[in-house]
C-alpha cells in the first residue's frame, strides 16, 4: 500500500486548498501513523550542502568530539534544541486579539508542552547485506518525527495492512513518523508508526531527524476533545516520559493496548 504524498508547498491556513490539504494529512496520519509531504523549507541550495558537505565533516570528527554533545535524542548527535514560551494559564487571544477557541487552545497547549531536536544520523553499508536492514523495526518515543532523506534510500514503514513500503528519498519531501506520545495525545487514533532502515543497495546513507516530543517530565495524556464516554472512552493513563524509560505499556487497565482504536 503506498503511503500518499501530500504538496503543501504555497499553503496558508483559511487560505485555497488548505483545508483539503489538513483532511489529507489528518486520514494519512490515523490510517497509517505516518504522513509524507512535498514542502520546500529544505530546498534544494541547502540540502546539497548539508548532506554532500557539513554531514560528511560532522560524522568525520573525532569520536570524542562528537561524544561532546549530550544528546537525549538517540545515537548520533542534537544540534539545536529550543524551548517554546511557557503556556500561558488562560486561553489567551488569538492573533487578531479575539479569544481562542477551546480546541485552539487546547492545540495551543499542547503545542507549548513540546520541545524540539535535530539528529544527524548516518549509516554505514547495513552489517545485515542479505536484508539490507540498518534499523530494526522500532516506533519512536517522541511526539512525531520528521524525517528527510537524501538521494539514498532506506526509511519503510508498515501501512496499514502491514506490509512494509518504502518511502523514496524524493529530493522535495519531509516524511513525518507518528511516535508512541502521539498516540496517546489522540487518544488511540493515530497508531505510532512501526518502521524501520533497510537500505538493499547496501550505500553509506545520511538522513536529518527533526523530533518533537513533550517537555522532560511533562505529563503526556489524551486531549480532552479526543475522550468521548461511551464512544471513544480514555485508552491511556496519563503517562510522564522521562528519557530513559519508556512507561508507554501502561494504559488505563493495565493491558498493553498496541492496536489503536479508529475514530
Ligand atoms: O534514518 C531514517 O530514515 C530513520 C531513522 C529512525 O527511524 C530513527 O532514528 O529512529
Ligand atoms: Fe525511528
Redesign the pocket.
Known sequence: MEIPKIDLRGLEPGRLGWEEARAAVTASMVAHGCVIVAHDALGPDLRRPLFCRAMPEVFALPLEAKQRSDSRW??VQRLHQWEHAEAGADGGEDDAGGPRRRDEKSVGDHLESLTHGV?L?R?GAPLDKETGVS?KE?R?DTMV?G?V?HEVE??EVQAKDGGWTA?PPKPDTV?F?AGEQFRVVTNGRVPACL???RTPTCRE?F?I?FGCRSRDNATVRAMDELVVDGDQPLWYEPVRYEYSSALIGRTADGLEKDEPIMA
Open positions: 538517540g545515537a539528529r544520523s549509516y534499523m522500532h519512536d518525527t524525517i532523506q532506506g526509511l518511502v516524511t513518523v518502521h524501520r532502515v546513507r538522513s531527524l
